[in-house]
């Protein structure tokens, strides 16, 4: 599996549960000048490629600088940020789909914040089974 750099109009339509499938989307929130979001980035892939065979989870970026509210509007501080967001194709569109941002770590990793165990256990507790 891949990593998708997802867009602004991407981001609106997992929101707002235009979905055609129920699938758990992992979202990594980064920002080109922040150097935890770079050493950050193989560990994500990496993870996503473990779940390459999973039809019910995909993995996205998205880049802070498009959009510099969108930190406001999804109720996070600074990046790196990984939400997990279950559209529900069911709902009415421009319903809000649920979403779950990874809780900040206690011991944070010197190096890419997120430590691999925690990423990996969060997908575990929020994704679609």
């Known amino acids: 599996m891949s990593v998708t750099r ?28 922040c150097h935890m979001c770079h050493s950050l980035q193989e560990y994500y892939l990496d993870i996503s490629n473990q779940y390459e065979l999973d039809p019910k989870i995909v993995f996205y970026a998205y880049n802070v600088d498009d959009d510099p509210a969108i930190e406001k509007r999804l109720k996070f501080t600074g990046v790196p940020t990984i ?47």
């Open 6 to 33: 997802i867009s602004e109009e991407g981001l609106n339509q997992i929101l707002n549960n235009r979905v055609l499938a129920p699938v758990t989307c992992v979202i990594k929130f980064y920002s080109n000048n």
């Open 83 to 129: 939400l997990a967001i279950n559209p529900n194709p069911d709902l009415p569109p421009r319903k809000p789909a649920k979403f779950v941002s990874m809780p900040e770590p206690k011991d944070p990793h010197k190096k890419t914040w997120y430590k691999v165990r925690d990423i990996k256990k969060f997908i575990e507790e929020e994704r679609i089974k």
